[in-house]
Structure formats: C-alpha cells, structure tokens
C-alpha cells in the first residue's frame, strides 16, 4: 500500500512534473536538507537534459517533496530525492520511491540505482528498508567539510523487468 494514503485523498499532495518556475521553493528545501545542495544552475541544468524531475505539491500550492531521475536503457537513476523537513517521515519519500518503482516497472526496467552518502544514515536505513542493495562504492564522490571528499555507497533496487529485452 503507498505510503501516500497515510493522507486523505483532499489532502495528498500530487505528483507533478517540475518546472523552472518550481525552482525557488525547490531550493528553498534543498538548501534546508543538505550540507552541499545542488545550485539553482544544478537543477536547471537537469531540466534542460530532460531529465524526469517531479515534485509532490499540496493543493494549496505547498511543495513538499521532489525527485530528479535519469532514464537509461532499462534502468533509471535516481539523482535526488528530498523531502522538506516539516513533512518529513509521514510517508512522502517511500511515496516517491513507491512511484518510482512503478515507472521502472512500466518501463520493464531492471533496476533503480542511486548514491548515498556513506553517513547519511537515515537514508541509508529507509533504502535498505525499501529494498534497495549495497553493490558498491564511489570513491571522494561528494565534497565534504574543511575541503575533504567522502565516499557514496551505491545502491540498487531490482524493478522487475525482463533481461530479454536486452537480447
Ligand atoms: C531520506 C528522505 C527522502 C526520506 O523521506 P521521508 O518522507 O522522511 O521518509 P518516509 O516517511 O517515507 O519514511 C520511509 C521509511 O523510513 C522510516 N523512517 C523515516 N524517518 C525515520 C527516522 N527519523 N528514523 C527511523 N526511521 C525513519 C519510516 O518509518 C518509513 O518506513 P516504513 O514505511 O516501513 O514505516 C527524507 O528524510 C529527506 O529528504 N532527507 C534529507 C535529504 C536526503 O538525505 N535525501 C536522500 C539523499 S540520497
């Protein structure tokens, strides 16, 4: 069951493409929920490649959530997802996720993949808890404080979809 009914149906916020006009509240919580967020440029940038960017938006026009994801041969790669801190654990991100994972399956895609920072535990537990598997790493992947770098983990999730596609 999606996580998302944890709402009533008059106050679920919805899933919508994002949008430049989008991009002020977008890094508004951005810059509230990392230490390093990407920059306004970041996500324009994404926008422009075509890049499949949704938000989770309130029908009073709050934007809660978004997620940005690359779409490759039958795999997707899950750029960014974030939540803003006053929604955060009422079922948003395992939402996205939830949907997400119905794209891939649509797509008869074979994995959904991401990175995580090494001490970002929190999410670490909720993807492992979702599913997801460690199958390696990226080594000085993200900029971290006093000019060091740390290590991502990456993660993937299997979707379901059919290796004969690839034949
Ligand atoms: C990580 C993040 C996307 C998760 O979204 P969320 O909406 O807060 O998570 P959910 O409420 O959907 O919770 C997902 C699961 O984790 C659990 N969980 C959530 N917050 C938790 C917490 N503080 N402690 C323990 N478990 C927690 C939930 O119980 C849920 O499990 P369940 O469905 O089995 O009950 C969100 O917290 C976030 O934006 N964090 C900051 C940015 C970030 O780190 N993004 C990920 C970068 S890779």
Known sequence: MSALLQFNAASAPQREPMTVADLDAVLGIENLVYEFPW?????????????????????????????VTMTGVQEMHLLNLSVAPAWQHR?????????????????????????????????????RQYGFEQVGWRRSYYPAAAGRREDACVLRLPTGG???ALD
């Open 91 to 127: 079922g948003l991100g395992r939402g996205l996720l939830d949907a997400l994972a119905a794209d891939c399956r649509a797509a008869d895609a074979l994995w959904l993949w991401l990175e995580v920072r090494e001490s970002n535990r929190r999410a670490r537990e909720i993807y």
């Open 162 to 164: 059919s290796r004969d």
């Open 39 to 67: 920059t306004r440029g970041n996500f324009i940038d994404s926008l422009a490649a075509g890049y499949a960017a949704q938000v989770l938006r309130r029908a009073d026009g709050e934007l809660c959530a978004y997620c």
